[in-house]
T-cell receptor
């Protein structure tokens, strides 16, 4: 069965301390992998779509990369405003969507 | 663009009552999704439509749940009768083809 696993479940960083979030996936055929940011009480906010291994996307302090088995969301010099839950999702060739349970990121001033 | 619009934002009802959640997708998007989010189960896909046609409703928990999309700019998710275990945040999302879905602000449902 297709599935998405995110790690770690929770991450605490000091402001300026760069790190990476992991999204491992098992999928019969990948059509796309998505990263979202979710703030408390709000809907997930779309960040990136990656379609094939080797692809990279960047937005401000965030950079997403994709291999055939996993994706990383790299956060460079995070700020307290980057604190949120980051969700990963895959879209397979059977037109099914699977979300991971997310990584809760806290950036301490 | 106003983004995905959902109403109501909050709904409190009593067990056994009918609940109707509404969604207006982003104009031009051809996919519409209904998700449910709880602390225990995370985000669960309930049903999705392509060009107003339901494609996969395997995530709909029971016959008490039904969804319709009468046109490209409107969809409803109905729960009848509602139960306390249906309490959750319900999100509507829309997308264009393979792109990642854009989510609405959600409806927080509490069933007493």
């Amino acid at each position: 069965e297709d599935q998405v696993t995110q790690s770690p479940e929770a991450l605490r960083l000091q402001e300026g301390e760069s790190s990476s979030l992991n999204c491992s996936y098992t999928v019969s055929g990948l059509r796309g992998l998505f990263w979202y940011r979710q703030d408390p009480g709000k809907g997930p906010e779309f960040l990136f779509t990656l379609y094939s291994a080797g692809e990279e996307k960047e937005k401000e302090r965030l950079k997403a990369t994709l291999t055939k088995k996993e994706s990383f969301l790299h956060i460079t010099a995070p700020k307290p405003g980057d604190s949120a839950t980051y969700l990963c999702a895959v879209h397979n060739t059977g037109n099914q969507f699977y979300f991971g349970t997310g990584t809760s990121l806290t950036v301490i001033p | 663009d106003a983004g995905v619009i959902q109403s109501p934002r909050h709904e409190v009802t009593e067990m056994g009552q009918e609940v109707t959640l509404r969604c207006k997708p982003i104009s031009g998007h051809d996919y519409l999704f209904w998700y449910r989010q709880t602390m225990m189960r995370g985000l669960e896909l309930l049903i999705y439509f392509n060009n107003n046609v339901p494609i996969d409703d395997s995530g709909m928990p029971e016959d008490r749940f039904s969804a319709k999309m009468p046109n490209a700019s409107f969809s409803t998710l109905k729960i009848q009768p509602s139960e306390p275990r249906d309490s959750a945040v319900y999100f509507c999302a829309s997308s264009l083809a393979r792109a990642g879905p854009f989510f609405g602000p959600g409806t927080r449902l509490t069933v007493l």
